[in-house]
């Protein structure tokens, strides 16, 4: 129906007795009409569907509203589950996003010295892992970090350990592998950011601060940081965005274990409709538009932090 | 500047270079172990060794007889192709439509097509799964591509960059008698070549990468891109380190080789949108 309404367009516009202006007028809503329509369909449409669907139980088929309407989203509170998923998945976000960034920082502050040499070599080995995928990378840390796996075997043959550990197999290290492989995959990946940012300040403007008598601490902080605001407001938000919506790592390196301890939010999500559990696609949107709105939260807070520093 | 001043930043330097030395390091060795570990035995890999073996043959022999490695090379290629293609063609008319023919209903509508990106993917995939199951799209490559074709991010990237384009040019075509879709595909695909290869590699790389909506909906084995292949392939109860990285090393060599070749447009790709 849509598709020949904007046919339809498409012809009126080929034709040559039309106004020039009103071509041009249309020829404008034309081009953006399918990607608007397809990002409303695939993205706008299926979030109101999810929300409607958050308040009825079942799945597939046979949904039913819930009683009372908003049980789905009480009985989250009590889900012990969830709410780890939801710690953990913060857990990640709080340590690995902080650490990621400032060495990002670091890395393209070094990148960006006009003195140093190999730089075309550093940038790319830096910058490597963004071209593994996320399950790649996630099976290849979960090897070498395996029982019987190169790390244990290093640790056993230098002495710093009696026996294997597993690494994997236990909570807190399994959490840890888990945000250091974070940090390996991305840390480049925002780097890249910052060195286009920096690369746009002009060198004039450092020369100035230098014969000002600021030292590299204070061009820093009072310089560099400032220009940067927006790249690092930016880099900040994906990066929220991305850790809290973990799900390829949790499954691939983890698998949400021991004991679904590492799970994150989508992966429980997807346990919930389309994985192990029982699928229940009710309360499964019900958690997802919990993330939903955390998301949404987390980027304007974000949003708001970066405007206030001007 | 003196040959002694030079010598003497390059040593204040030193510091530096160790730690990139280090940082390199550590991001180039995971990948190093692929490659030796694709080479040797199970055992092997377990014992630590992480220099070249023999056996990349059996291992190769081995993943051959467990998985459907060229179907799902060529499902990868096919799917991320398509997509590829698709997207780029979409989002570059949106970004073009919307920043050169702009006026305040169209802004209005950007900034709300922006919100999309908040919108997480695991949010919406019961809706988008009941949808394409609905239109019988399961396990094709339409099920693949469907929510991938239209992002923001792309949107943007075109329009960001559209603005560089001339519209003299524009109008002197029009006043030449080129019909607005012959500026288009005659005028701004050329010009814009530069933007089109960025965007090219970063939406090869994502669907080439993608995971999640694959699961769901291309759960045929006959149709299973090769991140489903090397993650069944870790599933298993045993399994066999030297197969399954020689599996990974098959999954990450399109996007290595493009990784090299096209480094430049893969970091404008990923900061495409920001200028």
Same mark, same amino acid.
């Given at each position: 129906?849509?598709?020949?309404?904007?046919?339809?367009?498409?012809?009126?516009?080929?034709?040559?007795?039309?106004?020039?202006?009103?071509?041009? @007028?249309?020829?404008?809503?034309?081009?953006?009409?399918?990607?608007?329509?397809?990002?409303?369909?695939?993205?706008?449409?299926?979030?109101?569907?999810?929300?409607?669907?958050?308040?009825?139980?079942?799945?597939?088929?046979?949904?039913?509203?819930?009683?009372?309407?908003?049980?789905?989203?009480?009985?989250?509170?009590?889900?012990?589950?969830?709410?780890?998923?939801?710690?953990?998945?913060?857990?990640?976000?709080?340590?690995?996003?902080?650490?990621?960034?400032?060495?990002?920082?670091?890395?393209?502050?070094?990148?960006?010295?006009?003195?140093?040499?190999?730089?075309?070599?550093?940038?790319?080995?830096?910058?490597?892992?963004?071209?593994?995928?996320?399950?790649?990378?996630?099976?290849?840390?979960?090897?070498?970090?395996?029982?019987?796996?190169?790390?244990?075997?290093?640790?056993?043959?230098?002495?710093?350990?009696?026996?294997?550990?597993?690494?994997?197999?236990?909570?807190?290290?399994?959490?840890?592998?888990?945000?250091?492989?974070?940090?390996?995959?991305?840390?480049?990946?925002?780097?890249?950011?910052?060195?286009?940012?920096?690369?746009?300040?002009?060198?004039?403007?450092?020369?100035?601060?230098?014969?000002?008598?600021?030292?590299?601490?204070?061009?820093?902080?009072?310089?560099?940081?400032?220009?940067?605001?927006?790249?690092?407001?930016?880099?900040?938000?994906?990066?929220?965005?991305?850790?809290?919506?973990?799900?390829?790592?949790?499954?691939?390196?983890?698998?949400?274990?021991?004991?679904?301890?590492?799970?994150?939010?989508? @992966?429980?999500?997807?346990?919930?409709?389309?994985?192990?559990?029982?699928?229940?696609?009710?309360?499964?949107?019900?958690?997802?538009?919990?993330?939903?709105?955390?998301?949404?939260?987390?980027?304007?807070?974000?949003?708001?932090?970066?405007?206030?520093?001007? | 500047?003196?040959?002694?001043?030079?010598?003497?930043?390059?040593?204040?330097?030193?510091?530096?270079?160790?730690?990139?030395?280090?940082?390199?390091?550590?991001?180039?060795?995971?990948?190093?172990?692929?490659?030796?570990?694709?080479?040797?035995?199970?055992?092997?890999?377990?014992?630590?060794?992480?220099?070249?073996?023999?056996?990349?043959?059996?291992?190769?022999?081995?993943?051959?007889?467990?998985?459907?490695?060229?179907?799902?090379?060529?499902?990868?290629?096919?799917?991320?192709?398509?997509?590829?293609?698709?997207?780029?063609?979409?989002?570059?008319?949106?970004?073009?439509?919307?920043?050169?023919?702009?006026?305040?209903?169209?802004?209005?509508?950007?900034?709300?097509?922006?919100?999309?990106?908040?919108?997480?993917?695991?949010?919406?995939?019961?809706?988008?799964?009941?949808?394409?199951?609905?239109?019988?799209?399961?396990?094709?490559?339409?099920?693949?591509?469907?929510?991938?074709?239209?992002?923001?991010?792309?949107?943007?990237?075109?329009?960001?960059?559209?603005?560089?384009?001339?519209?003299?040019?524009?109008?002197?075509?029009?006043?030449?008698?080129?019909?607005?879709?012959?500026?288009?595909?005659?005028?701004?695909?050329?010009?814009?070549?530069?933007?089109?290869?960025?965007?090219?590699?970063?939406?090869?790389?994502?669907?080439?990468?993608?995971?999640?909506?694959?699961?769901?909906?291309?759960?045929?084995?006959?149709?299973?891109?090769?991140?489903?292949?090397?993650?069944?392939?870790?599933?298993?109860?045993?399994?066999?380190?030297?197969?399954?990285?020689?599996?990974?090393?098959?999954?990450?060599?399109?996007?290595?080789?493009?990784?090299?070749?096209?480094?430049?447009?893969?970091?404008?790709?990923?900061?495409?949108?920001?200028?």
């Amino acid at each position: 129906m849509l598709l020949r309404l904007w046919l339809k367009e498409v012809f009126a516009l080929s034709k040559k007795n039309a106004s020039v202006l009103a071509k041009q @007028h249309r020829a404008g809503w034309i081009y953006l009409a399918p990607a608007s329509l397809l990002i409303v369909v695939m993205s706008f449409w299926p979030m109101i569907q999810a929300f409607l669907m958050s308040l009825k139980t079942g799945s597939s088929a046979n949904m039913q509203w819930v009683e009372p309407i908003f049980y789905n989203y009480k009985r989250m509170f009590a889900d012990k589950l969830f709410i780890r998923s939801v710690g953990n998945t913060f857990l990640y976000l709080i340590i690995q996003v902080p650490i990621m960034l400032v060495v990002a920082m670091l890395l393209a502050q070094m990148l960006n010295n006009k003195d140093l040499k190999f730089k075309g070599l550093f940038r790319t080995c830096v910058f490597l892992p963004c071209a593994m995928s996320l399950v790649s990378y996630s099976l290849i840390f979960k090897s070498m970090f395996a029982t019987n796996g190169l790390i244990n075997s290093v640790l056993l043959n230098l002495g710093l350990i009696e026996q294997n550990i597993n690494f994997l197999g236990t909570t807190s290290t399994a959490r840890a592998i888990i945000i250091v492989a974070l940090v390996w995959r991305w840390t480049g990946y925002n780097m890249v950011f910052y060195l286009a940012g920096l690369q746009g300040i002009e060198y004039s403007v450092y020369e100035a601060a230098k014969i000002d008598g600021a030292n590299a601490w204070q061009t820093f902080w009072r310089i560099t940081v400032p220009l940067l605001k927006p790249t690092i407001v930016m880099t900040g938000i994906m990066s929220i965005n991305g850790t809290l919506q973990l799900f390829d790592e949790s499954v691939n390196l983890t698998s949400g274990g021991p004991a679904n301890s590492t799970i994150t939010m989508s @992966h429980y999500i997807y346990q919930n409709s389309f994985g192990d559990f029982v699928a229940n696609f009710g309360y499964a949107s019900a958690l997802s538009f919990v993330v939903f709105i955390m998301v949404a939260v987390l980027s304007a807070i974000n949003l708001k932090v970066g405007d206030k520093r001007d | 500047m003196t040959k002694k001043g030079r010598s003497n930043i390059q040593r204040r330097l030193i510091p530096t270079y160790i730690f990139l030395t280090i940082v390199s390091l550590i991001s180039v060795f995971p990948f190093y172990w692929m490659l030796t570990a694709a080479t040797n035995t199970s055992l092997e890999v377990a014992r630590g060794k992480i220099i070249f073996g023999t056996h990349a043959v059996e291992n190769f022999t081995n993943l051959l007889a467990q998985q459907n490695l060229w179907g799902a090379l060529k499902n990868s290629f096919w799917y991320a192709g398509v997509q590829t293609i698709i997207a780029l063609l979409i989002c570059s008319l949106a970004g073009y439509g919307f920043e050169l023919y702009h006026d305040k209903y169209k802004d209005k509508l950007f900034s709300i097509l922006l919100l999309a990106m908040m919108v997480p993917q695991v949010a919406t995939i019961i809706p988008l799964f009941k949808m394409v199951s609905s239109m019988k799209l399961l396990n094709s490559v339409w099920a693949f591509i469907l929510p991938a074709i239209s992002t923001p991010f792309l949107i943007m990237m075109f329009r960001q960059n559209s603005r560089s384009f001339p519209i003299d040019i524009m109008e002197a075509a029009r006043i030449d008698g080129l019909s607005e879709f012959k500026i288009f595909f005659k005028m701004y695909m050329p010009v814009m070549k530069a933007t089109y290869a960025a965007a090219a590699v970063i939406t090869f790389m994502n669907a080439w990468n993608a995971y999640m909506w694959p699961k769901v909906v291309m759960s045929d084995n006959g149709a299973q891109p090769m991140p489903r292949l090397i993650a069944n392939l870790a599933a298993g109860y045993s399994v066999d380190y030297g197969v399954l990285m020689m599996a990974v090393l098959f999954c990450s060599c399109p996007t290595l080789i493009i990784f090299f070749i096209l480094q430049k447009q893969f970091a404008e790709g990923i900061t495409g949108a920001v200028k």
